[in-house]
T-cell receptor
């Protein structure tokens, strides 16, 4: 089993603020992923990484950006949050062929 | 491209009823298949998986069999409990080497006492 940590769990902010959602894992997994989950429950892959200095955009276009400077850390940043960014954000890493998910960050932008 | 179709919910059952949630997929090659469960306010948890045709994944009384001939991976449980109320996602991981998951849209299960 993989332990994936996400902070904060809940975040309410005003429009225009810059935010960073943190995701970390201590298992040394190379591959990590960010998903956006809309209120209708559907999951969309927005970013993924195969290792340090590797980042790729996912299936859903997102205004967020990610970085992978260390293996264990995969933060997601929104430079200027908008109400349309209100969603749940889920981070995952992969062990063998199975993705394991963090608890998620529920973001509300007012 | 790869896709997963699962039955729309909510599925509403009484405790001890039999559960089936249908899942079919479209993929090239030989994908691995997964069921994830999401309890309210939480992230996704792996429920079970199968990596090749005719494999049966099982966990916590839930089962699903990888049927390549019908491209299906239906989730079943013989007797549901109130605590099984959650959203269930069917997913596949293609054999492209990128290990990304393609999810279905999720099926909400509501079990009443």
């Amino acid at each position: 089993e993989a332990d994936i940590y996400q902070t904060p769990r809940y975040l309410v902010i005003g429009t225009g603020k810059k935010i960073t959602l943190e995701c970390s894992q201590t298992m040394g997994h190379d591959k990590m992923y960010w998903y956006q989950q809309d209120p209708g429950m559907e999951l969309h892959l927005i970013h993924y990484s195969y290792g340090v200095n590797s980042t790729e955009k996912g299936d859903l276009s997102s205004e967020s950006t990610v970085s992978r400077i260390r293996t264990e850390h995969f933060p997601l940043t929104l430079e200027s949050a908008r109400p349309s960014h209100t969603s749940q954000y889920l981070c995952a890493s992969i062990l063998r062929d199975t993705q394991y998910f963090g608890p998620g960050t529920r973001l509300t932008v007012l | 491209g790869d896709s997963v179709t699962q039955m729309e919910g909510p599925v509403t059952l009484s405790e001890e009823a039999f559960l089936t949630i249908n899942c079919t997929y479209t993929a090239t090659g030989y994908p691995s298949l997964f069921w994830y469960v999401q309890y309210p306010g939480e992230g996704l948890q792996l429920l079970l998986k199968a990596t090749k045709a005719d494999d049966k994944g099982s966990n916590k009384g839930f089962e699903a069999t990888y049927r390549k001939e019908t491209t299906s991976f239906h989730l079943e449980k013989g007797s549901v409990q109130v605590s099984d109320s959650a959203v269930y996602f069917c997913a596949l991981s293609g054999d492209s080497g990128y290990s990304t998951l393609t999810f279905g849209k999720g099926t909400m299960l509501l079990v009443s006492p």
